[in-house]
């Protein structure tokens, strides 16, 4: 109906997970995350959280992100496989208005390098629904998913 966030793939995907600490600041750790997404020919990496992966470097200091984040576009586009971190958005209370990137905590190379961000937020502190907003380089949009996660029409607000 449109309304319904689901995913059936056509053939079952192995799910390969590792808990080893990354510091994607370190040279020897982009080449072993370079090796792990060749021996598993992987097309979806998921980074969580991009602040743990990043080792002494400052999220908020754009030399030290694009330092990272231009080799990890590279491993990116030689393999084919998608890199994905979780991130916390900035702790203030956001204005009206506010774009999506503009929520995101740290240094505007994260904007720059990323192909599009997601975050799911409450609407309202009450609120037994959460909102999507995606932003891409092209614009974005707001969507609302309830607790089964399927995307519903947004609240009427009075």
């Not at 907003?133 to 609240?155: C, F």
Request: proline content about 4%; some cysteine.
């Amino acid at each position: 109906d449109g309304y319904s966030f689901v995913w059936e793939p056509p053939q079952h995907i192995p799910l390969y997970t590792a808990f080893n600490p990354i510091d994607l600041s370190d040279d020897s750790d982009k080449q072993r995350l370079l090796e792990t997404i060749l021996r598993y020919d992987l097309k979806l990496c998921v980074i969580d959280t991009l602040s743990m992966a990043i080792g002494k470097s400052d999220v908020s200091n754009s030399k030290d992100m694009y330092s990272i984040l231009k080799d990890l576009k590279i491993i990116a586009k030689e393999t084919g496989c998608a890199v994905m971190f979780i991130h916390h958005t900035r702790k203030r209370v956001f204005e009206k208005g506010e774009s999506i990137q503009e929520m995101v905590l740290g240094s505007t190379a994260l904007h720059a390098w990323s192909d599009f961000i997601m975050n799911l937020a409450a609407p309202a502190e009450d609120s037994d629904l959460l909102r999507m907003g995606v932003q891409t380089k092209m614009g974005n949009a707001q969507h609302y998913v309830n607790q089964e996660l399927k995307i519903v029409r947004a609240p009427v607000t009075e």
